[in-house]
């Protein structure tokens, strides 16, 4: 092995074969200046010189081994310590994402360390939430009584190894715990009881520099660490900061977890308790509204009947004026008759008393009924009734009664906001999803754009002066949607203000 120049007169092993030429190059001048002479005494002088050396590496081989060894570890490679370093973080890493409790991974911690080091006790203290005192964090090979003693151990300047560093921020050194400041009382004779020496204790801290505890080294023997000891104390330090922060977030993560679904949790069951209530409220409603449908149609049922047979005396026939009031109070009744019976056809819908029977219907012949029956009213303002041509095979199924009295809602609400000589159009067409599509088409005053989300809505005017101006009992959109989405189908509305509007509805083909 090479030894540098300026380690060469600091070996043991030099000291002889350089003595030994020395001592015998001065003899051979004394006696003569012969060459002969002086070069036999100097051969003669390296040869005791070796013999020198190799007696003392005889007599101690370990220490000069060891000394090799402590220096090679004093001063270990960056890659080195940079693979070690790597290597505990990444076993913390794994350690933290298997959500091992973070005493076991604390505890794994300085059961490393201790193994690398002989004759050591590895500790870790923990600050409390105030960062004023430490508790036990993990010490699974120091005394029990020790660590009680220590339990809740203040941080402040001068409070044992731990206390200090903790309050410093920085790696304290005690190689004497006997003899240091530091140590003193109670805690001083009950770490000597339990052969602690020294105390080694660094601080363990956040990304941010905030105080997390200490990790700390108690040696059994009074010293100094070594460089590699330092090193590796440090990097105890680091990596039990990184599985005390990855831990917090965890549980901090897990705990706005938990508060998130007791939040969602509650908000379910309010929704829940909210959503029963308004079905109980409409299921009141709905009863109410069909018992006053009831008790309401029979009184004007009565007034309706005895109109008519005022009608038809003689003397009120001969009497204008009489004829025509009772004219009004007739179509004042048979309106609130249909709004009537129009609020109890919505109640039982609500209520689901509404039973559908569906069957395979045809449409044109339907639609031809239709047509015949309407275009009296249809004609009075010259209004126009049309039917694009279509196949007689397309079917639908529905409930025949429930579509007949969809379809005449439709017609007859485009006859009604239609414009006089207006045009009514329907359409058919089936599609290869298996629905068939009816179109109800006006050339109408059209609904405006900001309105239409609230046409099928019950008791909505949209435009008060045309409503006032056309009877309407406000709810009959809302049970033709109603009893459509009962066959399965829908109503769309596709309207513009002006022009008119289009309503489609969307039933089902038979089932083959």
């Given amino acids: ?241 990184l599985a005390i922060e990855h831990k917090k977030n965890q549980d901090e993560l897990a705990a706005h977890h938990k508060h998130l679904e007791q939040l969602v949790k509650e908000r379910t069951q309010s929704l829940e308790i909210a959503r029963e209530e308004a079905e109980q409220a409409n299921q009141a409603k709905s009863e109410f509204l069909s018992v006053m449908s009831h008790e309401l149609r029979t009184p004007l049922n009565a007034i309706l009947g005895f109109a008519q047979l005022l009608k038809m005396d003689e003397d009120i026939d001969t009497n204008k004026n009489k004829n025509i009031q009772l004219g009004y109070i007739l179509q004042a009744g048979e309106h609130l008759l249909e709004l009537i019976n129009e609020v109890l056809n919505l109640s039982e819908i609500e209520a689901g008393a509404i039973r559908i029977k569906p069957e395979s219907v045809s449409l044109q012949p339907m639609l031809t009924k239709l047509f015949s029956m309407l275009n009296p009213i249809a004609s009075r303002r010259e209004i126009c009734l049309e039917m694009e041509p279509t196949s007689p095979s397309i079917e639908v199924w529905a409930d025949p009664l429930r579509l007949n009295q969809i379809l005449t809602n439709l017609l007859s609400n485009a006859i009604k906001y239609n414009k006089d000589a207006g045009r009514v159009s329907i359409k058919i067409s089936a599609s290869q999803e298996g629905q068939v599509m009816v179109k109800v088409s006006d050339t109408g005053i059209g609904i405006p754009e900001d309105q239409q989300s609230n046409v099928f809505e019950p008791f909505v005017r949209l435009n008060d002066e045309v409503e006032s101006a056309r009877e309407s009992t406000g709810i009959g959109l809302t049970i033709t949607r109603q009893l459509a989405k009962l066959m399965g189908g829908n109503i769309f509305l596709k309207s513009r203000e002006g022009e008119g509007s289009t309503f489609t509805l969307v039933l089902p083909k038979p089932k083959q």
């Fill in 1 to 241: 092995m090479l030894v540098p120049p300026d380690k060469f007169f600091c070996k043991k092993e030099m000291w002889f074969p350089l003595a030994g030429i020395l001592l015998f190059s001065l003899l051979g001048w004394s006696f003569d200046n012969r060459s002969i002479q002086n070069i036999a005494l100097l051969g003669f002088g390296v040869c005791v010189g070796w013999l020198g050396t190799r007696w003392l590496a005889g007599r101690n081989p370990a220490n000069t081994t060891d000394n090799l060894e402590i220096k090679k570890n004093i001063s270990p490679e960056p890659e080195k310590e940079e693979h070690i370093r790597l290597r505990g973080q990444n076993l913390v890493l794994e350690m933290v994402n298997q959500e091992l409790p973070l005493k076991s991974i604390l505890d794994t911690l300085t059961d490393s360390i201790e193994q690398q080091i002989p004759g050591i006790c590895c500790s870790i203290l923990l600050a409390n939430p105030a960062r004023t005192h430490l508790t036990h964090g993990s010490a699974p090979n120091v005394p029990q009584d020790f660590m009680k003693l220590i339990e809740g151990l203040k941080i402040s300047p001068r409070n044992g190894s731990c206390g200090t560093a903790a309050y410093r921020k920085e790696t304290v050194i005690v190689d004497s715990i006997e003899e240091s400041p530091l140590w003193g009382g109670r805690f001083q004779e009950k770490a000597l009881e339990c052969h602690f020496r020294a105390s080694w204790s660094t601080p363990i801290l956040s990304a941010e520099g905030d105080i997390f505890g200490t990790f700390a080294i108690y040696c059994s023997t009074p010293r100094k660490p070594e460089n590699n000891e330092l090193t590796l104390l440090h990097q105890a330090g680091q990596w039990a900061a």
